[in-house]
Protein backbone atom coordinates (compact mmCIF):
# COMPACT_ATOMS: atom_id res chain seq x y z
CA UNK A 1 0.00 0.00 0.00
CA UNK A 2 1.37 3.12 -0.61
CA UNK A 3 -0.02 7.14 -0.31
CA UNK A 4 -2.15 8.39 -3.46
CA UNK A 5 -0.82 11.64 -3.29
CA UNK A 6 2.70 11.28 -2.40
CA UNK A 7 3.51 7.67 -3.44
CA UNK A 8 4.88 6.89 -0.25
CA UNK A 9 5.68 3.72 1.03
CA UNK A 10 6.26 5.29 4.91
CA UNK A 11 2.60 5.12 6.33
CA UNK A 12 1.32 4.90 9.60
CA UNK A 13 -1.48 3.41 11.65
CA UNK A 14 -2.95 5.22 14.30
CA UNK A 15 -4.71 2.73 16.59
CA UNK A 16 -6.31 5.24 18.67
CA UNK A 17 -8.51 6.77 16.05
CA UNK A 18 -7.86 3.92 13.19
CA UNK A 19 -6.92 6.18 10.52
CA UNK A 20 -4.05 5.13 8.01
CA UNK A 21 -1.44 8.27 7.77
CA UNK A 22 1.54 8.99 5.22
CA UNK A 23 4.13 10.14 7.31
CA UNK A 24 5.96 12.39 4.79
CA UNK A 25 3.02 14.32 3.13
CA UNK A 26 0.18 13.83 6.52
CA UNK A 27 -2.95 13.16 4.51
CA UNK A 28 -5.46 10.40 5.95
CA UNK A 29 -5.39 7.64 2.93
CA UNK A 30 -7.89 5.03 5.10
CA UNK A 31 -9.93 4.24 8.71
CA UNK A 32 -8.79 0.61 9.65
CA UNK A 33 -10.84 -0.53 13.27
CA UNK A 34 -9.01 -2.94 15.06
CA UNK A 35 -11.82 -4.94 17.04
CA UNK A 36 -9.99 -8.01 18.06
CA UNK A 37 -9.38 -5.63 21.11
CA UNK A 38 -12.60 -4.60 22.20
CA UNK A 39 -13.81 -7.28 24.92
CA UNK A 40 -10.57 -8.64 25.50
CA UNK A 41 -11.01 -7.59 29.45
CA UNK A 42 -11.93 -11.00 30.94
CA UNK A 43 -12.68 -11.23 34.65
CA UNK A 44 -11.02 -14.09 35.98
CA UNK A 45 -13.58 -16.19 38.25
CA UNK A 46 -12.01 -17.99 40.96
CA UNK A 47 -13.76 -20.82 41.82
CA UNK A 48 -13.47 -21.66 45.28
CA UNK A 49 -14.52 -18.06 46.28
CA UNK A 50 -17.74 -18.73 47.03
CA UNK A 51 -17.62 -22.46 48.42
CA UNK A 52 -18.80 -21.47 51.72
CA UNK A 53 -21.84 -19.67 50.50
CA UNK A 54 -22.31 -23.05 48.47
CA UNK A 55 -22.32 -25.16 52.18
CA UNK A 56 -24.73 -22.23 53.68
CA UNK A 57 -27.36 -22.77 50.76
CA UNK A 58 -26.70 -26.82 50.77
CA UNK A 59 -28.13 -26.25 54.47
CA UNK A 60 -30.65 -24.21 53.84
CA UNK A 61 -31.58 -26.24 51.38
CA UNK A 62 -32.01 -29.16 53.70
CA UNK A 63 -33.64 -27.03 56.30
CA UNK A 64 -36.41 -26.29 53.62
CA UNK A 65 -36.89 -30.08 53.34
CA UNK A 66 -37.08 -30.99 56.68
CA UNK A 67 -39.88 -28.39 56.82
CA UNK A 68 -41.77 -29.75 54.55
CA UNK A 69 -41.40 -32.91 55.65
CA UNK A 70 -42.80 -31.93 59.17
CA UNK A 71 -46.22 -31.15 57.12
CA UNK A 72 -48.76 -33.11 56.36
CA UNK A 73 -51.81 -33.03 54.41
CA UNK A 74 -55.37 -34.23 55.14
CA UNK A 75 -58.30 -34.15 53.00
CA UNK A 76 -61.65 -33.99 54.42
CA UNK A 77 -64.43 -32.91 52.74
CA UNK A 78 -65.18 -29.78 54.39
CA UNK A 79 -61.71 -28.09 53.82
CA UNK A 80 -58.11 -29.30 53.77
CA UNK A 81 -55.67 -29.20 57.12
CA UNK A 82 -51.94 -28.85 57.44
CA UNK A 83 -50.62 -30.68 59.78
CA UNK A 84 -47.49 -30.62 61.43
CA UNK A 85 -45.39 -33.93 63.11
CA UNK A 86 -46.19 -31.61 66.30
CA UNK A 87 -50.04 -31.74 65.57
CA UNK A 88 -50.23 -35.69 64.64
CA UNK A 89 -48.77 -36.05 68.23
CA UNK A 90 -51.28 -34.10 69.83
CA UNK A 91 -53.98 -35.75 67.83
CA UNK A 92 -52.50 -38.90 69.62
CA UNK A 93 -52.38 -37.57 72.68
CA UNK A 94 -55.97 -36.85 72.96
CA UNK A 95 -56.55 -40.90 73.20
CA UNK A 96 -55.54 -40.68 76.81
CA UNK A 97 -58.27 -39.43 78.28
CA UNK A 98 -62.09 -39.42 77.17
CA UNK A 99 -63.13 -36.46 78.72
CA UNK A 100 -59.94 -34.33 77.03
CA UNK A 101 -61.10 -35.16 73.39
CA UNK A 102 -64.90 -34.20 74.75
CA UNK A 103 -63.70 -30.60 75.46
CA UNK A 104 -61.60 -30.97 72.52
CA UNK A 105 -64.82 -31.58 70.55
CA UNK A 106 -66.58 -28.90 71.84
CA UNK A 107 -63.45 -26.33 71.17
CA UNK A 108 -63.86 -27.50 68.09
CA UNK A 109 -67.68 -27.37 67.28
CA UNK A 110 -67.64 -24.01 69.02
CA UNK A 111 -64.68 -22.62 66.97
CA UNK A 112 -63.01 -21.45 70.15
CA UNK A 113 -59.07 -20.42 69.37
CA UNK A 114 -59.14 -21.78 66.23
CA UNK A 115 -56.73 -19.30 65.01
CA UNK A 116 -54.41 -21.00 67.49
CA UNK A 117 -52.20 -24.54 66.79
CA UNK A 118 -53.90 -28.24 67.02
CA UNK A 119 -50.97 -28.77 69.36
CA UNK A 120 -52.37 -25.58 71.67
CA UNK A 121 -55.78 -26.68 71.74
CA UNK A 122 -55.17 -30.16 72.83
CA UNK A 123 -53.18 -28.56 75.78
CA UNK A 124 -55.81 -26.11 76.40
CA UNK A 125 -58.45 -29.55 76.34
CA UNK A 126 -55.86 -31.23 78.76
CA UNK A 127 -55.69 -27.78 81.37
CA UNK A 128 -59.71 -27.66 81.20
CA UNK A 129 -59.99 -30.76 81.88
CA UNK A 130 -58.04 -30.46 84.88
CA UNK A 131 -54.43 -31.64 84.84
CA UNK A 132 -52.14 -29.55 86.65
CA UNK A 133 -48.66 -29.14 88.13
CA UNK A 134 -46.19 -32.19 86.95
CA UNK A 135 -48.57 -33.95 83.81
CA UNK A 136 -48.93 -30.69 82.59
CA UNK A 137 -45.56 -29.98 82.25
CA UNK A 138 -44.62 -33.28 80.63
CA UNK A 139 -47.46 -32.85 78.27
CA UNK A 140 -46.09 -29.30 77.32
CA UNK A 141 -42.91 -30.87 76.91
CA UNK A 142 -43.94 -33.73 74.63
CA UNK A 143 -45.90 -30.67 72.20
CA UNK A 144 -43.03 -28.39 72.46
CA UNK A 145 -44.87 -25.42 74.17
CA UNK A 146 -43.40 -22.75 76.56
CA UNK A 147 -44.99 -22.70 79.76
CA UNK A 148 -44.92 -18.93 80.09
CA UNK A 149 -46.66 -18.73 76.55
CA UNK A 150 -49.37 -20.98 77.59
CA UNK A 151 -49.67 -19.35 81.14
CA UNK A 152 -50.60 -16.50 78.89
CA UNK A 153 -53.47 -18.33 76.76
CA UNK A 154 -54.71 -19.96 79.88
CA UNK A 155 -55.38 -16.14 80.67
CA UNK A 156 -57.51 -15.75 77.80
CA UNK A 157 -59.93 -18.89 78.50
CA UNK A 158 -63.32 -17.51 79.61
CA UNK A 159 -64.41 -18.48 83.19
CA UNK A 160 -66.91 -21.16 81.61
CA UNK A 161 -64.29 -22.91 79.73
CA UNK A 162 -62.22 -22.60 83.49
CA UNK A 163 -64.70 -24.74 85.06
CA UNK A 164 -66.56 -26.28 82.65
CA UNK A 165 -69.56 -28.31 83.90
CA UNK A 166 -69.86 -32.07 83.84
CA UNK A 167 -73.28 -31.89 82.13
CA UNK A 168 -71.20 -30.15 79.01
CA UNK A 169 -68.76 -33.28 79.59
CA UNK A 170 -71.49 -36.03 79.40
Not at 87 to 113: C, H, R
Not at 140 to 147: A, G, P, R, V
Amino acid sequence: MQCPYCNSKDLIWDSIHGNIICASCGSVIDTLYDYSQIGTSEEIIDLNKGVSERKETRNFIKLTETISNKFRIFNNKENMKFITEDGELALSLLNMDKKVYKIYEFLEKNGMFSGRKIKIRVALSFYIAGYRCKKMKNILEKLHINEKYFRKITYKLPKELKYMNKELLD
